[in-house]
């Protein structure tokens, strides 16, 4: 089998431009080198040791269900077998970072894209694009809690609806996905825990979003996080914060397209707001805060 494009962003004078793929591929388990399991391995140990008291229980538990520190780069296969038993979902290969329609329909008929290269050896701390890791360490274990995959099954067909109202309304649910799938904190009877992938697949933001006086956390509401722009370049400067993943699931129920309506009359809150009403968990020191502009 050949081994499948790796598609990545291009660096240029402008910064980062987004390349986009569109198949499906399958895993080339057996091109992975030594170095490629190797970076799996570190990332998995580092993660597995700090996340304990951070990561939410139902997130822990699917990694350990799924066996992914079993010793190098897990086989898409054995996931799906597992995954596919509790909650339906399958994981297909990708060459990288997909366009929008493309990707809500994967969701819509749960099915979880995960690129299949993984980061280099230098890039253990930062890489500007999602990766392997990042996909199946970051994303994948939460599938298997019910209520979270049917979520994510919602989401995907509520994004196919946006695409097709127009990119305003794709602008609001991107922002949503950011703040809850990416970036998510949920509030728990053993204190706040991490459940975004973006957060978990990432060492240094598993300690910056918990335990870092500079940023915001605030109570989860809708149409609040759809309004609210977001980071793209650093830490972020809000964290917005669930009850349950039952509240979560309930949000994604009602028609957004009012809602959509409804927030184009409205302009956009930056990063960093604390507005009037909000439910206030922590207000940011604010310190270390980039001043540029906000996506």
């Given at each position: 089998m050949d081994t499948p494009r790796k598609v990545e962003?291009?660096?240029?004078?402008?910064?980062?431009?987004?390349?986009?793929?569109?198949?499906?591929?399958?895993?080339?388990w057996a091109s992975y080198s030594q170095s490629d399991h190797e970076v799996w391995d570190?990332?998995?140990?580092?993660?597995?040791e700090l996340l304990p008291g951070r990561a939410c229980r139902e997130f822990l538990a699917g990694v350990e269900r799924f066996g992914l520190g079993?010793?190098?780069?897990?086989?898409?296969?054995?996931?799906?077998?597992?995954?596919?038993?509790?909650?339906?979902?399958?994981?297909?290969?990708?060459?990288?970072?997909?366009?929008d329609e493309v990707f809500f329909d994967h969701l819509a008929h749960r099915r979880?894209?995960?690129?299949?290269?993984?980061?280099?050896?230098e890039q253990l701390d930062y890489l500007s694009e999602p990766d392997l890791f990042h996909d199946l360490f970051g994303h994948v274990p939460l599938l298997l809690n019910p209520v979270f995959a049917d979520y994510m099954q919602?989401?995907?067909?509520?994004?196919?609806k946006a695409f097709a109202i127009g990119p305003e309304a794709l602008m609001?649910?991107?922002?949503?996905?950011?703040?809850?799938?990416?970036?998510?904190?949920?509030?728990?009877?053993?204190?706040m825990r991490i459940y975004?992938?973006?957060?978990?697949?990432?060492?240094?933001?598993?300690?910056?979003?918990?335990?870092?006086?500079?940023?915001?956390?605030?109570?989860?509401?809708?149409?609040r996080v759809m309004s609210t722009r977001y980071r793209i370049d650093t830490y972020q400067q809000t964290y917005f914060v669930i009850d349950s993943f039952e509240q979560l699931f309930e949000a994604?129920?009602?028609?957004?397209?009012?809602?959509?309506?409804?927030?184009?009359?409205?302009?956009?809150?930056?990063?960093?707001d604390v507005l009037d009403g909000d439910r206030v968990f922590t207000r940011g020191d604010r310190v270390g805060w980039a001043a540029n502009a906000d996506t």
């Open positions: 962003h291009q660096q240029t004078d402008r910064g980062y431009v987004p390349v986009y793929a569109t198949g499906v591929v399958e895993q080339p570190t990332l998995f140990k580092r993660q597995r079993n010793g190098g780069i897990p086989k898409f296969e054995d996931v799906t077998r597992v995954l596919r038993q509790a909650t339906g979902w399958e994981l297909v290969a990708v060459e990288g970072l997909l366009p979880f894209p995960v690129s299949w290269w993984i980061r280099k050896p919602a989401y995907g067909r509520g994004g196919m609001n649910l991107t922002r949503l996905y950011w703040y809850t799938v990416e970036f998510g904190l949920i509030h728990t009877a053993e204190g975004g992938a973006g957060i978990v697949s990432s060492k240094g933001e598993s300690i910056y979003c918990l335990d870092s006086p500079s940023p915001n956390r605030i109570g989860f509401g809708l149409e994604t129920r009602p028609d957004f397209t009012p809602i959509y309506a409804k927030l184009r009359e409205r302009p956009a809150h930056a990063a960093g």
